[in-house]
């Protein structure tokens, strides 16, 4: 099982994430590569089982909230047909961000596996670390084999 994290930070709470959710595969027993979207390994991405990929929600804190920087992963090579994991982070809500990342990614012929919203920042900032174990367990359990 190989996994590709890729994620687009703008402050670093994305990507402070990003890294906890690769530890939370590799004690899972998956390989895993974290790259932000402006410098993946393009071998590697191509190579792997998972694609998860993150980034922030941007917006006027309550309106027009969507994912920041989608320009950015456009950049990315194709994912058609790939397996995808989704997150956003966010500070007030991440319900319009997280449809419009599962939007991007349909509109690119990919499967989604699981997807999360992840509050990194901000008051009332709590434990995500259990929240963060759901989103490894789900999306590794699209990959378990079936039993018969
Ligand atoms: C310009 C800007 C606009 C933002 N708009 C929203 C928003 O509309 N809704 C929300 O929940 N969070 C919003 N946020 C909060 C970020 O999504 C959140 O802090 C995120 O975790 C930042 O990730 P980063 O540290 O990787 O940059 C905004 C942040 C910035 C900088």
Redesign the pocket.
């Given at each position: 099982m190989k996994t590709a994290i890729l994620?687009?930070?703008?402050?670093?709470?994305?990507?402070?994430?990003a890294h906890s959710i690769a530890e939370g595969f590799v004690d899972k027993g998956s390989a895993v590569g974290v790259f932000p979207i402006t410098n993946i390994n393009a071998q590697y991405v191509l190579n792997a089982d998972l694609l998860v990929i993150g980034t922030?929600?941007?917006?006027?804190?309550?309106?027009?909230?969507r994912p920041?920087q989608l320009g950015k992963l456009n950049l990315l090579p194709d994912i058609s047909h790939r397996n995808v994991a989704l997150f956003?982070?966010?500070?007030?809500?991440?319900e319009k961000?997280l449809k419009g990342l599962c939007e991007w990614t349909q509109d690119r012929g990919a499967s989604i596996v699981t997807s999360s919203g992840?509050?990194?920042?901000?008051p009332f900032q709590k434990n995500i670390q259990p929240e963060i174990n759901s989103f490894v367990d789900n999306a590794l359990s699209h990959f378990l084999p079936t039993e018969t």
């Open positions: 994620y687009q930070s703008l402050r670093g709470g994305t990507k402070k994430l922030w929600t941007d917006g006027l804190f309550g309106l027009g909230a920041a956003v982070t966010y500070e007030i809500s991440p961000s992840f509050k990194v920042r901000g």
